[in-house]
């Protein structure tokens, strides 16, 4: 059974999608099956490996119109693609009933089928990366080395232990993965020294 990660920080511009796309390659450059998730409706991820428009993305599987459809890219590496349509997801799910279940019951289908699962977040913290959360087994922070990084990270970390509590006890906090980094600057190796007093060894 594969193992489901979401990459998640609720600012943009962190490097999570670049993130979610060579932690992918890396896996599948060893031998393992992965599956990317496009869960954000800028669909950078999906640009990004050049994948055309797709009639079926995310949001139809959301949606319970259809299961996931995965687009091959190249062997051992497939992706759930995602568009601008998926920006109405949160709106038109609010009534559903275990509405923060639906993507881990939509995973059910296909973890047998790989060995990494990768979910890219949108930089939010509603329902859709709520679903990202119950859905995973663990978690990482990218955390850009610039100045205001650790900026929000105790919100975050509350919604995380809040996920926990409630919907995904087995969740874990896989690590804060460290982005942007410029060993010349003064101001990234402070970053990266702010990050290891307070995190020691969960830090990538």
Not at 27 to 42: A, F, H, I, S
Not at 103 to 122: G, H, M, N, Q, S
Not at 156 to 178: F, M
Request: proline content about 3%; aromatic content about 6%; charged content about 20%.
């Amino acid at each position: 059974m594969g193992k489901i990660i979401s990459l998640l920080n609720h600012k943009g511009g962190v490097g999570k999608t670049t993130s979610t796309i060579n932690i992918g390659a890396g896996m599948v450059e060893l031998g393992k099956k992965v599956l990317l998730v496009d869960l954000d409706p800028q669909a950078n991820l999906t640009l990004s490996l050049g994948i055309p428009r797709q009639p079926i993305t995310i949001y139809e599987a959301i949606r319970g119109e259809t299961d996931l459809q995965p687009y091959t890219v190249k062997e051992g590496l497939d992706v759930i693609t995602s568009s601008l349509d998926l920006s109405g997801a949160e709106l038109e799910l609010i009534n559903e009933a275990g509405r923060e279940y639906i993507l881990r019951e939509l995973f059910e289908t296909v973890i047998e089928d790989y060995d990494y699962i990768i979910i890219d977040c949108a930089p939010s913290l509603g329902l859709l990366t709520l679903n990202a959360l119950t859905a995973a087994d663990a978690v990482i922070i990218p955390i850009q080395c610039e100045y205001f990084a650790l900026e929000g990270l105790g919100k975050l970390l509350n919604t995380i232990k809040s996920v926990q509590k409630i919907h995904n006890k087995a969740l874990d906090i896989e690590g804060l993965l460290l982005t942007m980094f410029d060993s010349r600057l003064r101001l990234s190796n402070q970053v990266v020294e702010e990050v290891q007093k307070h995190f020691t060894n969960m830090v990538f």
